[in-house]
């Protein structure tokens, strides 16, 4: 029978409030391009991606083994280790919540473990192999993969359906869509339900609750499915909105070009154990897709931005974990404290959320103060615009009508 402390249940429900944040930090991903195009209703789309996170939980433990058993040593761990290093991935995820971007929950919580054991127990006790094979290596090789397949299968795509009805075309790519998010969201809670697996049972082990290199309780992915799914079901509305709108303007072929992209490499990726950044795979799908079609154009002001998030990320979570490691090092006040901290940061940061309010009613709202950009607009202008375009598209429109002369009286007469 397993025998909880009162710090090891403390580490447990933060890490389930880490997988609920994560949720509704990750519905982005298998959603907002489904959500943008119009396949499906927000609200319905939300809540067939939760249902789907939920059965995703319970198909592997490959990635959960990745954290519980590879990363880290496990001898050198203990509960205050890891709840200081969710404290890191929770208000990480929580900032880039609040401003709209798509970052990695994944690349949190690994960020905050690997700050909290360096702080611990010294950086012998992260093993770096495992950090550059299955973590570093992934983060900067999924996002290109997942691109250039979204971007070759977009031509393809438009290439085949190129002598098609135009409505009919256009209604099997909804439905289309529809079946690669639900892909998607089995592939997410295959990869990040598994994340927060692994630092409960990583905890539990610490703890002496369970047995070395075990794998996880059925009722440790029973509750780590649930938390997601709930997160997943909430809706993270601002990243929905980044992700469908921010980036690139999409419609159905690219959307469903785009998902099928990102899921192969998921679940690729789950089977093989790589600790996986969905929030990577999609994001980079999507510019690819984006770019695929004729005419189409990447905000780069908007993916800069999130480029800055996604090598933050890392080093900001391990920083915070760093922190709230060394405060809890002071023992059960210390503990107290940065609980403390993280429930008042967290109520501050959802009451600065509050001044605009972002859901399913105006998800799909265009960001009107986001810049074209110099290179999208230099893009724009060099590339053909898709057939069927609108009448401000003929050159034309662009040349301004001649200005009237005003003729005034003149008392000399000049010789032409």
């Known amino acids: 029978m397993e025998s909880f402390s009162l710090i090891l249940a403390i580490v447990v429900v933060t890490a389930l409030a880490f997988d609920f944040t994560n949720g509704f930090h990750d519905t982005a991903n298998a959603m907002a391009t489904t959500i943008s195009t119009g ?3 927000p609200k319905v789309a939300v809540a067939m991606s939760a249902v789907l996170n939920l059965v995703g939980a319970f198909l592997s433990v490959e990635v959960a083994n990745t954290i519980s058993k590879g990363l880290v040593d496990e001898a050198g761990i203990r509960p205050e280790v890891i709840f200081a290093a969710l ?6 995820n929580l ?6 971007l798509p970052s990695s929950s994944s690349h949190a919580l690994m960020g905050g473990l690997i700050g909290a054991t360096i702080a611990s127990a010294g950086v012998g006790a992260v093993h770096g192999d495992v950090l550059v094979t299955k973590v570093l290596i992934p983060a900067i090789a999924a996002p290109l993969v997942a691109g250039v397949a979204a971007l070759l299968a977009t031509r393809l795509t438009y290439s085949l359906g190129k002598k098609a009805d135009g409505k009919a075309s256009e209604k099997g790519y909804r439905a289309g869509q529809i079946a690669s998010a639900g892909l998607v969201s089995l592939a997410h809670g295959t990869n990040d339900a598994q994340k927060t697996m692994g630092v409960i049972t990583l905890a539990l082990v610490a703890g002496g609750a369970v047995a070395p290199d075990s794998d996880p309780p059925t009722w440790v992915i029973l509750s780590a499915g649930l938390a997601i799914a709930l997160g997943t079901y909430l809706g993270g509305w601002r990243i929905i909105r980044t992700m469908g709108k ?9 959307g469903f070009a785009a998902q099928t992209s990102a ?21 980079g799908s999507v510019m690819g897709a984006g770019l695929g079609r004729k005419g189409g154009v990447v905000r780069w002001s908007t993916a800069t931005r999130m480029f800055v998030a996604w090598g ?6 391990a920083l915070v974990g760093a922190l709230a490691e060394y405060v809890t090092g002071f023992g059960s006040w210390g503990t107290a404290v940065v609980a403390v901290f993280l429930v008042a940061s967290s109520a501050a940061i959802w009451k600065l959320s509050r001044r605009e309010v ?10 009107e103060a986001e810049p074209a950009g110099v290179v999208t607009t230099a893009m724009a202008a060099v590339t053909p615009p898709p057939a069927g375009g609108t009448a401000t598209d003929e050159p034309s429109a662009t040349i301004p009508a001649p ?10 007469t000049t010789p032409v």
């Open 246 to 254: 921010g980036l690139t303007d999409l419609r159905p072929q690219q």
């Open 263 to 283: 899921a192969t490499v998921i679940l690729a990726s789950s089977h093989i154990g790589f600790s996986l950044s969905t929030t990577h795979s999609v994001s």
């Open 403 to 412: 200005a009237p002369v005003e003729r005034r009286p003149s008392t000399t």
């Open 358 to 367: 972002v859901d399913h009613t105006n998800v799909n709202d265009a960001d």
């Open 39 to 41: 396949a499906m209703r």
């Open 95 to 100: 900032v880039t919540w609040l401003v709209g």
């Open 312 to 317: 933050l990320t890392l080093p900001a979570a």
């Open 87 to 92: 404290v890191g991935a929770i208000l990480w």
